[in-house]
């Protein structure tokens, strides 16, 4: 079976500093991955070869088997900024990813509200951004990528300017999200909790120049827990990925 994703020996250079250095993973259809690494271990540089904001220096990055060779609508990207345009309403926003494909201006606005009321916000439709709290923003950030139905998103640290109670709202939202569109999902993040409460694998960046150290499964067993993140398990899980992290911190200071 072919990879939804697929980095083959890949290898990113800015002059003479290394930010990747031949890193191989392969990404099945419909997996959630988080990516994890010390600061400048190049975990955006990996997202923006797969957004294709960027060209690997050697080495392959493919989609679905083939060669990605700039950005395209079969991935969606949200960035820690919620980049929403402050003149138009959460809806418009929403729209925005659907003008100039083949939806008339009412299903547009159809589908925007579908996605708006998949995020949890419907009744928010007419709102501007300025009106909306942070993590509302935030999800019509991800209602705007998911409307037009990419199979991949991509995920650069979207909650990380959240406060912890909004964070951990929307961390169960997205799995929700995931669990119910089938999406591959990567997902950078700083919080090894973050991490391990949303992937079914965790990847691990070396200090740089980034290479990949490890991809560790999570298997949190059940989860309808209501204080999952106490379980032996998620303990177990966020313990072995600090020490590798850790690992990583201290070789880099
Ligand atoms: N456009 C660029 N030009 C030059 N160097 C760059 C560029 N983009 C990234 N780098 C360098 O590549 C390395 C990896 O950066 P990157 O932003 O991918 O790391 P990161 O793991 O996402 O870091 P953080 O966790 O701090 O966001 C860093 O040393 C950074 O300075």
């Given at each position: 079976?072919t ?5 083959r020996s890949v290898?990113?250079t800015f ?6 250095d031949d ?5 099945e259809?419909?997996t ?5 690494g010390?600061?400048?271990s190049?975990?955006?540089t990996?997202l923006?070869?797969l ?7 050697s080495?392959?990055?493919l ?8 950005p395209?609508?079969?991935?969606g ?6 980049a929403?345009f402050?003149w138009?309403?959460a809806?418009a926003?929403v729209e ?8 008339t201006?009412r299903?547009?606005?159809e589908r ?7 995020v949890g916000?419907s ?9 909306l709290?942070?993590?509302?923003k935030?999800?019509v950030?991800i209602a705007?990528s998911?409307?037009y139905?990419p ?10 300017a959240?406060?912890s109670?909004?964070r951990?709202?929307l ?12 999406k ?5 993040t700083h ?5 391990v ?6 990847a ?6 980034g290479?990949?150290?490890d ?7 059940d989860?309808?827990?209501d204080d ?26």
């Open positions: 079976m990879a939804k994703i697929s980095l290898t990113k002059d003479t500093l290394t930010a990747l890193v191989s993973l392969d990404i259809d419909g959630f991955l988080s990516l994890v010390p600061s400048g190049g975990k955006s990996l923006d070869l957004g294709g904001l960027a060209k690997p220096t080495g392959e990055v989609i679905d088997g083939k060669p990605v060779t700039g395209g609508l079969d991935r990207v949200v960035f820690q900024q919620y929403l402050p138009r309403t809806r926003n925005f990813g659907l003008e100039g494909g083949t939806l201006k299903q547009r606005a925007a509200r579908e996605f708006l009321d998949l916000l009744g928010f439709e007419e709102h501007l951004p300025h009106q709290s942070g993590g509302m935030q999800r950030a705007r998911l409307a139905d199979d991949v998103l991509l995920m650069d640290e979207p909650y990380a959240l406060d109670q909004t951990e709202l961390q169960e939202e997205l799995r929700r999200i995931w669990q119910r569109t089938g591959t999902i990567v997902f950078i919080s090894i909790e973050e991490a409460y949303l992937g079914q694998k965790v691990v960046l070396t200090s740089r120049p290479r990949l150290k991809v560790v499964d999570i298997d949190l067993g989860r309808s827990n999952l993140r106490s379980a032996p398990a998620f303990v177990a899980h966020r313990h072995r990925l600090w020490e590798l992290l850790h690992d990583e911190i201290r070789r880099a200071a």
